[in-house]
């Protein structure tokens, strides 16, 4: 059994920056697929980005070249670094674990974090 924890979500000005950190235990992140997602107020969560075990990352073209995903193996962490951040990047993001594979779907992910707010005004 997997746990995430996320931490690192604040309130934040217009063109700010945060980095969100998920430390993982039960398991090591390095054999498997990570992924960061995000539900903003009465919408539906939606994937952010992933990173799989090669390393390789992946982003939802919002913010492409705005957000960056990496790991920590040694530290079982998950990272997210957010910068020029906008009133729309204010959401619930959660950190998510894959033990299949790192498919652009919630449904690939079988681990979950309880969440960490930010908030951009």
């Known amino acids: 059994h997997v746990q995430l924890v996320e931490s690192g979500g604040g309130s934040v000005q217009v063109g700010g920056s945060l980095r969100l950190s998920c430390v993982a235990s039960g398991d090591t992140i390095g054999r498997y697929c990570m992924g960061w997602f995000r539900r903003p107020a009465g919408k539906e969560r939606e994937g952010v980005a992933t990173i799989d075990r090669n390393g390789t990352t992946r982003y939802v073209g919002s913010v492409e070249g705005q957000f960056t995903v990496s790991k920590d193996n040694a530290k079982n962490t998950l990272y997210l670094a957010m910068n020029s951040l906008r009133p729309e990047d204010t959401a619930m993001c959660f950190c998510?674990?894959?033990?299949?594979?790192?498919?652009?779907?919630?449904?690939?992910?079988?681990?979950w974090g309880p969440g960490t707010q930010v908030t951009v005004s």
């Open positions: 998510a674990f894959s033990s299949s594979n790192c498919a652009w779907s919630e449904d690939a992910f079988n681990y």
